[in-house]
């Protein structure tokens, strides 16, 4: 449910936790269900910028040594069905390095953007899909990164966190079985005016909206943090097709708020937000319900046990 919605809130995914709780097999089977397998790419530790991920123009031999990462992305603009690049153990080198440009080009309010500039002049045998020495990223791709929390890692930094919908798999589920399906073939457009028609169908609430706002005054006033612009967004992308894929509006609320915001306090002033979060909590309870939001109060408590 929440990698569907994330899909429908942001082209980056992050799947993170401990190792051996399926990140990787997430989208590997999710992809092959679509009927189009993800190219899963691992990301070195030596990964330092655009280069490692897009290959670069080689002077001496007049070729481009291209790598398994762009000839995934080519190949999706031809395709029409969803297409998924893994990038595995993502945080084994600074993703804010290797990735920075991609980032940036996501962040383009139009699609027509969304372009790479590949090589500086145009040659005759250049791929079809390649114009002036630019590749335009497709509108039907998503980037799927996974990430283990451990001592061989980077820390992510908020910079990727705020344009990612990040998913945690901390535990390893109880083993079950379900009856083999048949895979499902699906075009992108059609997943995007699934996207678009739980908006339509499943809006979220006046109430839920007026509760937002006030959380938001409230962190604003005590915390000098707020949702943001972007968060706000993805909030209006990621509820809905949360709501259509069976479940509430405020379990989705809770998530967001917990992976999104609340996240920030760990870059904050320990001993403030220590003597703070009791007060935030009980205001949680009072706007939403003493039995709502259990996701972003657990996560609150874990902050103040910490310190």
């Keep these: 449910r929440r990698f569907v919605a994330g899909m429908a809130a942001s082209k980056l995914l992050i799947l993170e936790g401990i190792s051996g709780t399926g990140k990787t097999s997430l989208p590997y089977s999710f992809s092959r269900y679509l009927d189009n397998p993800a190219t899963i790419v691992s990301v070195q530790p030596s990964f330092r910028d655009r280069t490692e991920v897009l290959g670069y123009f080689n002077e001496f031999s007049k070729r481009f040594n291209e790598t398994e990462f762009l000839r995934a992305v080519y190949e999706a603009g031809l395709r029409q069905d969803p297409s998924m690049i893994v990038l595995d153990e993502m945080n084994l080198a600074r993703v804010e390095y290797y990735f920075a440009e991609i980032l940036s080009v996501l962040e383009m309010p139009s699609h027509d953007e969304w372009v790479l500039d590949l090589v500086p002049t145009q040659w005759a045998a250049d791929p079809k899909g390649l114009h002036d020495g630019k590749l335009t990223i497709p509108d039907s791709l998503w980037f799927i990164g996974t990430a283990n929390n ?31 399906h048949e895979r499902v073939h699906v075009t992108a457009d059609h997943l995007q005016y699934l ?46 097709v949360y709501v259509a894929c069976g479940g509430t509006e405020l379990g989705a609320m809770d998530y967001i708020m917990a992976r999104k915001v609340l996240k920030k ?19 949680i309870d009072k706007t939403f319900g003493a039995a709502e939001m259990e996701d972003s109060k657990n996560y609150l408590r874990r902050i103040q046990n910490l310190y």
């Design 150 to 180: 451990d001592d061989s890692t980077f820390t992510i930094t908020d910079k990727v966190y705020d344009r990612a919908i990040p998913i945690e798999l901390n535990e390893r589920a109880d083993a079950f079985e379900c009856e083999p």
């Design 195 to 240: 996207f678009q028609k739980a908006k339509v169908d499943h809006p979220i609430s006046d109430d839920l909206m007026e509760k937002m706002q006030k959380l938001d005054s409230y962190l604003i006033t005590r915390f000098k943090l707020s949702f943001g612009n972007r968060i706000m967004k993805q909030m209006y992308d990621f509820i809905p």
């Design 265 to 283: 306090f760990e870059s904050m002033n320990v001993s403030f937000v220590r003597d703070e979060i009791t007060g935030l909590i009980k205001y």
